[in-house]
Antibody, heavy 119, light 107 residues
């Protein structure tokens, strides 16, 4: 069974940093692209970043480019999102999601982890 | 960036009714369009990929279609468990963009 479990969220002050993790199981992690998608409270879905299976291709939304870094450790079956210079508008539930390859649909999603940016 | 205009924003329908939700892409995205269902308090789930292909385990009352740059999700014979918010997603090019969502309720 495919499982994606996010962790690392919490309350953080504006301007500070936070690193999210997504532990994958039930499939060969190194064969799949991975993504982060977020959802602000009461709002719709916003794609944040994507990374290919070997980290060769990485894409970011303009709203996070230069502040967030997506990465992965295939030996640990884990996806990461390093978030710096956090703003109140980054407050959201962050999901990781699997894709077969870059520019592909998201076939499995995690349960999400909440990030709240507030002083 | 590619814009996805989704309509309607909300929809109230009766049991067994046929429901259609539409997404209009601002440019050609081919079949790089997928649909997701999000139930209250849950993660989104894939319904349709490649514009018209039903995802594994999804009931056959769901279907997707494409006409040029307009994409539609159709639910035949609406069931209670189909309530929730539906989103389209274009993954033709980064930045990927979701439609604004359609909230589907039972009348």
């Amino acid at each position: 069974e495919v499982q994606l479990v996010e962790s690392g969220g919490g309350l953080v002050q504006p301007g500070r940093s936070l690193k999210l993790s997504c532990l994958a199981s039930g499939f060969t992690f190194s064969n799949y692209g991975m993504n982060w998608i977020r959802q602000a409270p009461g709002k719709g879905l916003e794609w944040v970043a994507s990374i290919s299976s070997s980290s060769s291709y990485i894409y970011y939304a303009d709203t996070v480019k230069g502040r967030f870094t997506i990465s992965r450790d295939n030996a640990k079956n884990t996806l990461y999102l390093q978030m710096t210079s956090l703003r109140s508008e980054d407050t959201a539930l962050y999901y990781c999601a699997r894709a077969r390859r870059p520019l592909d649909y998201f076939d499995y999603w995690g349960q999400g982890v909440m990030v709240t940016v507030s002083s | 960036d590619i814009q996805m205009t989704q309509s309607p924003a909300s929809l109230s329908a009766s049991l067994e009714e046929i429901v259609t939700i539409t997404c209009q892409a601002s440019q050609d995205i081919g079949n790089y369009l997928s649909w997701y269902q999000q139930k209250l308090g849950k993660s989104p789930q894939l319904l349709i990929h490649s514009a018209t292909s039903l995802a594994d385990g999804v009931p056959s009352r769901f279907s997707g279609s494409r006409s040029g740059t307009q994409y539609s999700l159709k639910i035949n014979r609406l069931q209670v468990e189909d309530t929730g918010i539906y989103y389209c997603l274009q993954h033709y090019s980064a930045p990927y963009t979701f439609g604004a969502g359609t909230k589907l309720e039972l009348k």
